[in-house]
């Protein structure tokens, strides 16, 4: 392995592809896996240097915040590896039935003094039919665009019919989070209760209703390299608006608790590549953050990401708002998200998966 010196060849074939990207190209998959393969220190800080270049060409010096609302915690009848509310292990993360409208609305006033975008309603159980439930979950997401102090989003896992999303929908719901998890190849070793397919289908049934995807993944589970980039392709393919880049922050008593954690550079570098796949959409980065990046975290601006989750996550605390608005603004960064929308899509896509706890999403 090379250590830190400089290859033409490598430094070329990156300016090609990121002036690509930067006139509107497209990586193909060829190209990005090899961008996902690169492991020089020197050559990721490059791959990041061309990243950050695209980031500013599509989204400025605009940062996407966002933060969640524990909706109903623990006791999830599906058995995701990386997920402390599985019903299947023991863990110490809390239990307790669908929330009341006044933390929903405690949080959203948080949210507007620290000048956050959207929030979540987060959900642990499988999915969402037709029946009181959805009328309580439509009554909180209608109150929650009542207040008009965030965009109403929710994480409220595996829809079934397209006359769920389109109640959802009518509520006012924007976007709703459902994380593809990893690559169609990897994603049976994090769960085996539902499927990559089910996934697709609630995806489907979302964007039928005009609802923004916001769609991202897990690293860190033991997936390859190879994984991470069939999961960023995956993403473009479906047309996520957000695409939220979860590090996996190992929980005791899950079976991915003793994994070892990616190192920094590596997480650094998958931003990067994201971002080159991505090149529009809001690359977020949410659980796992700060135990796996540590003095690290605000190089995820520099290697392409446009969006944070702040807050604490699910099951784990993150650092607090007042520092990580700090950060922003020691970066020149603006996290005022006034009259900027959506990303533009990739021509052919139309697309918003899942917020995150710190060992990674909230499937719900
Ligand atoms: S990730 Fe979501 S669906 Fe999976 S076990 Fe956790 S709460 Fe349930």
Not at 232 to 250: D, F, K, Q, T
Not at 336 to 362: L, R, Y
């Amino acid at each position: 392995m090379r250590t830190n010196s400089f290859d033409a060849t490598v430094h070329e074939r990156l300016s090609d592809l990121g002036q690509r990207v930067l006139n509107g190209g497209r990586i193909e998959r060829e190209d990005a896996l090899w961008l996902f393969q690169l492991e020089d220190t020197a050559d990721i800080f490059e791959l990041m240097a061309w990243a950050n270049r695209i980031r500013e060409r599509y989204k400025g010096n605009k940062i996407h915040l966002c933060s969640i609302v524990n909706a109903k915690a623990g006791a999830c009848s599906e058995n995701c590896s990386f997920c402390a509310q599985s019903a299947h292990y023991q863990t110490s993360s809390p239990k307790y039935g669908f929330v009341d409208p006044e933390p929903v609305q405690n949080a959203l006033t948080e949210a507007q003094q620290n000048q956050v975008t959207a929030v979540g309603l987060v959900a642990a159980w499988r999915g969402l039919n037709e029946g009181p439930m959805l009328d309580e979950v439509c009554d909180r997401i209608s109150e929650m665009k009542a207040s008009g102090k965030s965009r109403p989003d929710a994480s409220l896992g595996l829809i079934k019919t397209q006359k769920v999303a389109d109640r959802l929908k009518a509520a006012g719901l924007e976007c709703y989070g459902h994380n593809l998890e990893s690559s169609r190849r990897f994603f049976p070793q994090t769960c085996s209760t539902h499927t990559f397919d089910d996934r697709l289908e609630t995806i489907g049934y979302l964007k039928k209703a005009g609802i923004k995807i916001c769609s991202g993944g897990i690293i860190g589970m033991g997936e390859t390299r190879e994984d991470r980039c069939d999961l960023a392709l995956s993403l473009r393919e479906i047309g996520a608006n957000v695409c939220p880049i979860n590090i996996l922050n190992p929980i005791p008593g899950t079976p991915f608790e003793k994994l070892t954690p990616l190192p920094p550079m590596e997480i650094l570098k998958t931003i990067a590549c994201f971002r080159f796949l991505l090149p529009r959409q809001e690359i977020m980065i949410a659980g796992g953050r700060t135990v796996n990046l540590r003095d690290l975290q605000s190089m995820i601006f520099a290697a392409g990401a446009s969006a944070l989750m702040v807050g604490n996550y699910l099951t784990t605390l993150n650092q607090s708002v007042d520092k990580d608005l700090q950060m922003l603004k020691d970066l020149g960064l603006d996290p005022n998200w006034e009259g900027h929308d959506f990303a533009d899509q990739e021509p052919g896509n139309s697309g918003c998966g899942e917020k995150t706890c710190e060992t990674a999403t909230v499937t719900a």
